[in-house]
């Protein structure tokens, strides 16, 4: 939850910035974070998928899908 408290705040930085006119360049950082955050979040669900999926039953898994 801590890292999506992040990812949304510096998202917003990036958009009020942008839309301020801030240069690109200048939000090179803050883009590369949030799409670091972005990397993490989306391989945690992932491991989350996978870890469900090797816990449940064949008959589970079918009802799922």
């Known amino acids: 939850m801590k890292k999506w408290v992040s990812y949304e705040k510096l998202r917003s930085k990036i ?28 391989m945690l669900h992932l491991k989350c ?5 090797e816990i449940l039953t064949q008959d589970q898994l079918d009802i799922l899908e």
């Not at 910035?17 to 993490?40: E, H, I």
């Open 15 to 42: 958009v009020t910035a942008s839309n301020l006119g801030a240069n690109p360049a200048s939000l090179k950082k803050d883009v590369y974070k949030l799409a670091n955050l972005r990397a993490q979040a989306t």
């Open 49 to 53: 998928i996978y870890n469900t999926r």
